[in-house]
T-cell receptor, first 115, second 114 residues
């Protein structure tokens, strides 16, 4: 199993450009999450999904959109990138149901720079 | 919403000494408290977690304690080794519906010196 994978690993954008980050998991997990990590601020939840076709806002959703058309994929979109969105983005997934603890499995991250 | 505070932000210990990292949380409904370790340039990885029905949990050199009344939990690492050097994050969530959203602390940079 590949676990949680993210595409791309690195990206540089100019202000105003758009892009989509792809997260894929092969563990048949129901829940998926997008976080951003900035120095000194830990990981902050952007959006999450509790199943195919569902999405919800997290702590810092402004400027981002998401889609979960397939259970295994969770896409994060930036419609008009801003320098404040320079960050490392992590995707995570989690199984649900009786007997599963709350562990979230993280992808390797995407380092995004907006100039 | 939940607020998690973590201290200290940096911690330097000598190899073989113990390290303690402390976190407090605000939402009394939180019932799941994981600790993640993140090495430089890598993804966060779970090292230990505890549910609110347990006061302490140990796994070899690491242990976590939870005080529900005071709303704080701590990570204890004994006999520290250079490979323990990393950033450690605590987190809290409610593991019943609501998407199990984790709220993270701001991290502790642990440095184990030879």
């Amino acid at each position: 199993n590949a676990g949680v994978t993210q595409t791309p690993k690195f990206r540089v954008l100019k202000t105003g450009q758009s892009m989509t980050l792809l997260c894929a998991q092969d563990m048949n997990h129901e829940y998926m999450y997008w976080y951003r990590q900035d120095p000194g601020m830990g990981l902050r939840l952007i959006h999450y999904s509790v199943g195919e076709g569902t999405t919800a806002k997290g702590e810092v959703p402004d400027g981002y959109n998401v889609s979960r058309l397939k259970k295994q994929n969770f896409l994060l979109g930036l419609e008009s990138a801003a320098p404040s969105q320079t960050s490392v983005y992590f995707c995570a997934s989690r199984q649900t149901g009786t007997g599963y603890k709350g562990e979230q499995f993280f992808g390797p991250g995407t380092r995004l720079t907006v100039l | 919403g939940e607020n998690v505070e973590q201290h200290p932000s940096t911690l330097s210990v000598q190899e073989g000494d113990s390290a303690v990292i402390k976190c407090t949380y605000s939402d009394s409904a939180s019932n799941y408290f994981p600790w993640y370790k993140q090495e430089l340039g890598k993804r966060p990885q779970l090292i230990i977690d505890i549910r609110s029905n347990v006061g302490e949990k140990k796994d070899q050199r690491i242990a976590v304690t939870l005080n529900k009344t005071a709303k704080h939990f701590s990570l204890h690492i004994t006999e520290t080794q250079p490979e323990d050097s990393a950033v450690y994050f605590c987190a809290a969530s409610v593991v019943t519906g609501g998407g199990n959203k984790l709220t993270f602390g701001t991290g502790t940079q642990l440095k184990v010196e030879l």
